[in-house]
């Protein structure tokens, strides 16, 4: 009986241990079957693990968003200040307090002197003769007048070389020269937007404009210059796309240096003889100490300098290099606490993870898991969620931000919207690499260092206490 009980008993079965490499097995082997095994259980519960790494894909889109809005509006202000000409100091001619904030009407029609001589240019020239170009620019008249059309005077007289220093660009005709100062020509160039506003439909080459009475003969339309509205008008004090220009000898001898304007109601004149000053230096390393020493001279010669105002375009560039890297550290400092929102909503998940799969951990220590597995297996979960929701994270920022130029003008047009954002409004952005590989280095780092707590946790489960959890 004995004997044929032992014949007829079945050889035990044997479940040989997964985790364990074989001699046959490699180390990379190894791996990809443990990515294989996080990848399965992330599938198993789709859901769940795209709400996960949700936190991630939103925080690493805010960095890359938030960071090419910065870097585009920084790139728009420098450029615009490199527009002005960074080898360029502009001294400007300013109606001072007490003129600006004068009294009743008698007073508001009397004559101010200030600004700008001509006595100062000389002594400019004098003390800079290495100079490359020193530019005088003076104002006139009152109104520019085309039949009914009329608009308050933005006129200058100028020399040729201003389109060289203030970097003008001619779109049609040509510029001022030397023969229409030597003639004292009756010729202007017009902004580009002037152009537009006098002349929306004609070609206005060859037709006349007049100022206050006097008519000229327009040669030329500059480029749309690109200030108008942004940090280069601001600097100016105009939009220079609504300038006229004409040779700086007709301004002289046909309008002199008497400009009247009419504010509520009653008349105010100014006799200014230079509006502007355009010096530019030889070596852009050389404009802050030639800067310092304009304003050495214009001290002396306007005591608090009261009427005299000086622009270095270097000098505001430097500083707005310096600005737009501290938005960009304040943006992302703010976008990067989406990441860390994100690392801990990982941490949340997979703590709960651990404890609905205690059972399963138990069972894979039982048949020989080892706690370097168990590790391994939620190392490995945790980094996949976050790799997949930086990837996810960063085509979402960059497509939002390369969108953003083109959505605008599209909100322009609803309904609502459009009440809340003007048609001028721009919000230019530069996607930049290193926001790109910051933010998801950053996420990924994030999700591996906020997974080592619940995987040490699950790799702590006693087999026993884990197999008999329900």
């Known amino acids: 009986m004995r004997a044929q009980d032992g014949a007829n008993r079945q050889p035990a079965t044997f479940t040989p241990n997964p985790y364990p490499p074989s001699p046959e097995t490699t180390p990379l082997q190894f791996l990809l079957e443990t990515i294989r095994l996080g990848l399965q259980n992330l599938r198993l519960h789709m859901l769940r693990s795209i709400l996960t790494a ?23 202000a420098l450029l615009q200040i490199e527009r002005l000409g960074a080898r360029n100091i502009i001294i400007r001619s300013i109606k001072p307090p007490d003129a600006a904030n004068a009294g009743g009407g008698q007073q508001r029609s009397m004559v101010s002197r200030f600004g700008l001589s001509r006595e100062d240019f000389d002594v400019l020239a004098a003390q800079f003769p290495t100079a490359t170009a020193i530019v005088p620019v003076k104002e006139i008249g009152s109104e520019i007048l085309r039949g009914q059309l009329r608009k308050t005077s933005q006129a200058y007289g100028v020399t040729p070389q201003l389109a060289d220093v203030a970097n003008l660009r001619v779109a049609r005709g040509r510029y001022i020269n030397n023969n229409d100062l030597d003639e004292g020509a009756m010729v202007c160039v017009l902004g580009y937007e002037i152009a537009n506003h006098f002349f929306p439909f004609d070609d ?111 000098e505001l560039l430097e500083e707005a290099r310096r600005t737009a890297l501290t938005w960009n550290l304040v943006l992302g400092f703010i976008a990067g606490i989406s990441l860390l929102v994100g690392g801990i909503g990982i941490m949340n998940i997979m703590l709960a993870s651990v404890t609905e799969r205690t059972r399963e951990i138990g069972i894979r220590r039982a048949v020989g898991a080892t706690r370097n597995h168990i590790l391994s297996q939620f190392l490995v979960e945790t980094s996949v969620l976050s790799a997949i929701g930086g990837l996810v994270g960063v085509a979402l920022g960059v497509g939002v931000s390369v969108g953003i130029p083109y959505l605008l003008p599209i909100l322009d047009t609803l309904p609502l919207i459009k009440e809340w954002i003007s048609a001028e409004f721009k919000l230019p952005t530069q996607v ?39």
């Open 54 to 76: 949700l936190g991630i894909i939103l925080g690493v889109a805010a960095v890359i968003t938030m960071v090419a809005i910065g870097e585009g509006s920084k790139r728009e």
């Open 204 to 314: 206005p080459l060859g037709q006349s404009l007049r100022i206050d009475d006097k008519s000229l003969t327009i040669v030329g339309v500059l480029a749309p210059v690109g200030l108008s509205g942004g940090a280069g008008a601001a600097l100016i004090g105009r939009d220079l796309n609504l300038d006229m220009h004409i040779p700086i000898t007709t301004a002289r001898l046909a309008f002199g240096d008497m400009v009247m304007r009419r504010e509520s109601g009653s008349f105010s004149g100014s006799e200014v003889q230079v509006a502007e000053v355009y010096l530019q230096v030889a070596d852009r390393e050389q404009v802050v100490l030639d800067a310092q020493r304009v304003r050495r001279t214009m001290d002396v010669r306007h005591p608090g300098m009261a009427d005299i105002q000086i622009i270095v375009p270097f």
């Open 432 to 470: 930049t690499l290193w926001s790109i590989f910051l933010s998801f280095g950053v996420a990924t780092v994030i999700g591996l260092v906020f997974g080592i707590y619940p995987a040490i946790q699950a790799s702590k489960q006693d087999p026993i206490v884990a197999l008999r959890h329900d």
